[in-house]
């Protein structure tokens, strides 16, 4: 057997599923150290926290979110288009209301709006559970629809205008403060671990699974895949619609046009650099995180280190060839190969004399 | 035999990795004949073919084509050659009209352009030449299958093809239309094309074919004139059992068995069909008892099976579980009735492959409690911990993830999966297949066990000694029907049984 029965401990951290992420997201966020030497402090200033990676946290909430319901819902096996569509819809309804409202400022009036994005969501993430699950609509094509339907019923709330709204309880969901810290990251991370332990503490995380990496298997065990399918696409809605609050709160407008536009690509490869695989089965929030992270730290470093705008793009994809390449064990295995190699042909007399596995 | 043959085969062998499909295989087709490539799925029946086609490359031998030797690089250099193929599922388009269907590709030109009323009169002559009644103007998929099948055929000869390869073209057909095929085949026979037909339909091979060749394991087992060979022999050919030896193997392995409670049916099918997978067939299942199903491969033994649970809907007959009548609406209608289902194909219905042991030993058990009440980590590692021990599960570890474990340990995992939910009855499909022998010998003693305890146990295999050693009584299926349900009181050998999957009565 060649399962190793010793491993050392460093081996066995590299082992760890979380492992290859964090290694990108640190040696990124020290890449930084090099441009802005004081890149990772953390100060307070006037109660509240500033500094870069508060920055990275607060920015990359949305995103965060976005990629929480995304992990979900690939992990059935599918993908969701609409997120960037629903997160344009959310925002634009919920300033709307809260432009149209009496009292923009009042607690009420902002509930309402929220209460009104989070439900149009809930229905709208029905609408593709239903394409999916029950009628059986390819998932990229199901979600198409929405993606493109949605982004103009969002110009249509709008009026093709940029809503701009005043009302401080508004603001706090994505510009605010709370208890020192941005209130969009202690959202995003409520949202987070509520996710975690509801799908890791009840089988909810397991039966998902299943159904992603087999669902025909899934079928006759008995477990009721449509409803689970249906489930990871309305919970993929709300998450978007979330995002869709803090971005338009975080600049007090909605803008139909461009909010979120593009996110949904972003999302999708938060939850593959996090370690979930496009094919469905096995998913990681914690992962999750981390890859959106990754991606808001590369957004961060774009502006900081001073790229050239029309450079940016080729920038990032470059970044996210080598972060994928770092993070496949099979391109690891050839360049482990290839490094003995190299090191046997100059050093031949240095190498000792390797202990030959003996297979059971 | 006089004459040379159209196509010969020598020593043909092909490899995947892990598996030798075809292990120095000899093959003769003469023209004029209707020859039949028989044997079980595994056999290398698919695998000769898409050697010859040009699918597959072959690793060693020679195809000897009219004398010349020929190296089929692909299919068009098949075609070219002069073997033609219609597979199972038709693959021309259904959008396009008959008459397009068969020159695709080849379109008659008159000046760089298409010539469509050459197009459509040489369609229309090849329709007639083959004394067939099809409209060639009409798009294809107004036909039924049965005409598409045959409009695939006039375009594979319509190629000047010596070898035309069937394979399993009756499969979707009814019997009308098999006859109709069948006038074809005879009348490309008498024009001397060399017909290679794969069936898995007894009566059709007998009925139509010739010669025979019959591959076992990727081995040639012989060839036959049709009518030097039995159906008996036949199947015995392709199962792989040799007659002689088999009554003291029979008799003497079998182990005792109590008899079931008789009066205390769980399960009582009546006239249970659906079109297409199975005829109507009544059964009965006691408590405590094992029927065993028998049968060749393909001949409805899992359609039959997969009704009962629910994987299919049936579209006639009854259901009675427990003496009431019930409509299964799927396997969680099934399962909430007590009925499990392993199924034969591990991997693709069976297991999750990337979740591990442990995950998957309490699937079952967790789909049927629903999400909202999660197995705590301490009972599914207690349950996972068990049935390791109980099932001598390797490597003994929950959290490996079942698809590094071999075939027999997969089976052993989704027999615990079942059998924690504690089933009435339990259906096992090809539980044994692929797996060493001491694991086969476990998974038999463990259905014994279980029918003592008065489990009910359908126990579906390929392998007659072991239906025969573990079954109370024996349904046999031939050709999608149930055509006897044989007690297995001590008197029945594998000969019986072979005997009635050959001539589908009881014998």
Known sequence: ????????????????????PAVVLAALLLANLAFTPDFLAVHVQGGHLYGSLIDILHFGAPLILVSLG?????????????????????????????????????????????????????????????????????????????????????????????????????????GGYWLTAPFAILLSALVVLATALLTRSTALGLLLESVGGNPVASRLVGIRA??????????????????????????????????????????????????????????????????????????????????????????????????????????????????????????????????????? | MPQQPVLQVRGIRKEFPGV???????????????????????????????????????????????????????????QQAGISTVYQEVNLCPNLSVAENIFIGREPRRFGMIDWAAVRRRAAELVRELELDIDVHVPLHSCSIAVQQLVAIVRAVSVNAKVLILDEPTSSLDRDEVGQLFAVMRRLRDQGVAILFVSHFLDQIYEICDRMTVLRGGRLEGEYRTEELNQVELVSQMIGAELAGLDELGGGARRERTAPARGTAFLQA??????????????????GEVIGLAGLLG???????????????????????????????????????????????????????????????????????????????????????????????????????????????????LLARWLITDPKLLILDEPTRGIDIGA?????????????????????????????????????????????????????????????IASGAEQ
């Open chain 2, 270 to 287: 009546d006239g249970l069909t659906r079109r297409g997978a199975v005829e109507p067939y009544d059964l009965v299942i006691e408590r």
């Open chain 2, 299 to 413: 001949s409805g033994r899992t359609e039959a099976a997969r009704l009962l649970f629910g994987a299919d809907q049936s579209d006639g007959g009854t259901l009675r579980i427990e003496g009431v009548e019930t409509t299964l609406r799927g396997p969680r209608d099934a399962i909430a009735r007590g009925i499990a289902f392993c199924s034969e194909n591990r991997k693709t219905e069976g297991l999750v492959g990337e979740l591990t042991v442990r995950e998957n030993i309490v699937l079952a058990l967790q789909a049927a409690r629903g999400w909202t009440r999660p197995l705590s980590r301490t009972v599914q590692d207690d349950y996972a911990l068990r049935w390791i021990r109980a099932l001598d599960i390797r490597p003994g570890n929950p959290e490996a993830l079942v698809r590094n474990l071999s075939g027999g340990n997969q089976q052993k995992v």
């Open chain 2, 20 to 78: 030798v499909a075809l292990d120095g295989v000899d093959f003769r087709l003469f023209p004029g004949e209707v020859h039949a490539l028989m044997g079980e799925n595994g056999a290398g029946k698919s695998t000769l073919i898409k050697v010859l086609t040009g699918v597959h490359p072959a690793d060693g031998g020679e195809v000897v084509l009219a004398g010349q030797p020929v190296w089929i690089a692909g299919p068009l250099q098949a």
């Open chain 1, 1 to 20: 057997m060649s399962t190793a029965t010793a491993v050392g401990p460093a081996k066995a951290l590299t082992r760890y599923r979380l492992f290859w």
């Open chain 1, 70 to 174: 995304m992990t979900l819902v690939i992990a059935t096996g599918g993908i969701d288009l609409s997120v960037g569509s629903t997160v344009a819809i959310a925002g634009a309804l919920a300033c709307l209301h809260i432009s149209k409202a009496a009292d923009p400022g009042s607690l009420g009036t902002v509930l309402t709006a929220v209460g009104i994005a989070l439900g149009t969501a809930l229905a709208l993430g029905l609408v593709n559970g239903v394409l999916v699950a029950r009628i059986g609509v390819q998932p990229i094509i199901a979600t198409l629809i929405l993606m493109v339907a949605g982004r103009g019923v969002a110009q249509l709330i709008t009026d093709g205008q940029i809503i701009t709204v005043t009302s401080a309880p508004y603001q706090l969901i994505g």
């Open chain 1, 226 to 360: 449509m409803r689970l399918v249906a489930l990871g696409y309305v919970f993929c809605a709300l998450c978007a619609a979330l995002a869709g609050l803090m971005i338009s709160s975080n600049v007090s407008a909605a803008d139909g046009n461009n909010a979120g536009l593009w996110i949904e690509l972003d999302a999708i490869l938060a939850v593959v650099l996090g370690g979930t695989s496009l094919g469905g089965g096995r998913f990681s929030i914690g992962g999750t995180v981390l890859g959106a992270l990754i991606i808001q730290t590369l957004s961060t470093t774009v502006y900081t280190i001073g790229i050239p705008p029309e450079t940016t793009l080729v920038f990032k994809a470059f970044v996210v060839i080598v972060v994928c390449l770092v993070q496949s064990p099979v391109f690891r295995a050839k360049l482990a190969a290839r490094g003995i190699r190299a090191r046997r042909t100059t050093r031949p007399q240095a190498v000792a004399p390797t202990k030959r596995e003996v297979g059971a």
């Open chain 2, 440 to 500: 086969k010998a476990e998974i038999q003693r463990l259905v014994a066990g279980l029918a003592e305890d008065g489990m009910a146990v359908l126990f579906i295999s390929a392998e007659l000694e072991e239906v025969l050693r573990l079954s109370h009584r024996v349904g046999v299926l031939r050709d999608h029907r149930l055509v006897a349900q044989l007690e297995n009181d001590g008197g029945l050998t594998q000969e019986r049984v072979m005997a009635t």
